[in-house]
């Protein structure tokens, strides 16, 4: 059963061909709190080939490919929503305004300019990331989509046709499920595979990328992702309430791409602050 839930989010969340489909929202909407659980397996998927490509490309060029390469798994989904986001946010009107233009096809300079934003800075950030890039990559990855279920749990229903399901659906419940599932996949990745890296990195020395991590490292690391997600989300929400009325669709879409961002720069302060 576990196994058909976890198939069914894939096929929601990436373009990866899945052979358990979903046939309404309500059905994915319960088993949002399994979102980290895909995330933590795009963000090793895509660590990966980070961690190679910075073998034998400039950092600079391996952060873009690996922000590419995220876009075109999840089919740029959240992508669109960040764009629409910030259309919708240099309306002037109501809130039923500046939801329908965030339905029109069409990108405005608002959405323009804060998708650049947004996308350039991820894409640098990825490729400031000297050390540890496939752990640190599972942990912005698990942050961005647990913040989705945070959002849906405590989030203001704007009752819109994507958003209202997951919002309506979610509760306390799959709220704790989707926190301790996060909790211990950043552990996992942090402890588990973290080590399981600096091991081979040791037999096979192709590179000095991998350090290994302290438990007050991991407890920092763990919690400045806590801190980060919880806080950026708090203010997006009031953004949201304010201009929208709520949550949406593309509300979402935003929220999932700036947690990225955001725990991608609390990742490289403390890596700063750790290594100085």
Not at 34 to 59: A, E, K, M, R, S
Not at 66 to 71: F, T
Not at 79 to 95: C, R
Not at 215 to 227: D, Q, R
Request: with cysteine; net charge neutral; glycine share 10%.
């Amino acid at each position: 059963m576990i196994l058909k839930d976890i198939q069914m989010v894939f096929g929601f969340l990436t373009r990866i061909p899945v052979k358990v489909h979903f046939s309404s929202f309500d059905q994915i909407a319960k088993k949002m709190w399994l979102f980290p659980f895909v995330g933590f397996c795009l963000g090793l998927f895509v660590g990966v080939i980070g961690f190679l490509l910075n073998l034998i490309l400039p950092p600079l060029l391996t952060g873009f490919l690996c922000l590419g390469i995220l876009i075109g798994i999840t089919g740029a989904h959240h992508t669109d929503g960040l764009f629409d986001f910030g259309d919708g946010l240099m309306v002037m009107g109501t809130p039923e305004k500046k939801i329908k233009v965030m339905h029109d096809v069409a990108i405005g300079a608002g959405g323009l300019s804060l998708g650049i934003i947004i996308v350039v800075s991820t894409g640098i950030a990825l490729g400031s990331i000297d050390q540890n890039l496939i752990v640190l990559l599972c942990i912005t990855e698990i942050m961005a989509k647990y913040a989705l279920q945070v959002s849906c749990t405590f989030g203001k229903n704007a009752h819109t046709t994507t958003a209202s399901k997951f919002i309506e659906l979610n509760n306390y419940k799959y709220f704790l499920y989707s926190t301790l599932l996060s909790v211990l996949l950043i552990i996992a990745v942090l402890l588990g595979i973290n080590s399981i890296l600096f091991i081979i990195v040791g037999i096979f020395p192709i590179t000095n990328t991998i350090a290994l991590l302290s438990i007050s490292e991991i407890l920092i690391f763990l919690g400045g992702a806590l801190l980060t997600t919880y806080g950026v989300l708090f203010i997006l929400n009031k953004i949201s309430n304010k201009h929208f009325g709520g949550l949406t669709g593309d509300c979402l879409g935003a929220i999932h791409e700036i947690i990225r961002l955001a725990n991608l720069i609390t990742i490289i302060i403390i890596q700063t602050l750790v290594t100085t």
